[in-house]
């Protein structure tokens, strides 16, 4: 079985996981979506798109995880305005 390197796109961690039988049966030039569950690569979930050779064209994240991140980049940003002032 073949296995493919995937990278979070959230988080950048990376897990090689063996690719599911589905693929061998797409047609050249189509796509296939891979649900990635929590804890697989690490603790996030999203959907990975590959085409027919195993290459990742895309990613796909929940609306939820989206927002949560972007709360947390804001957080940080709020930090790093306070440490500017002190
Ligand atoms: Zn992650």
């Known amino acids: 079985m073949r296995k493919i390197l995937i990278v979070c796109p959230i988080c950048n961690k990376s897990k090689r996981i063996p690719v599911p039988e589905s693929i061998f049966h797409i ?3 189509s796509l296939l979506k891979i649900p990635i569950k929590k804890n697989t690569i690490c603790s996030h979930e ?3 798109i590959i085409d027919y050779n195993f290459s990742i064209r895309d990613y796909e994240i929940d609306k939820d995880e989206i ?3 972007q709360q947390i980049k804001k957080k940080n ?3 790093s305005i306070f440490d500017i002032v002190i």
Do not use: M, P, V, Y
């Open 77 to 79: 940003e709020d930090l």
């Open 27 to 29: 047609e050249e030039g």
């Open 46 to 48: 999203f959907i990975l």
């Open 67 to 69: 927002k949560r991140i």
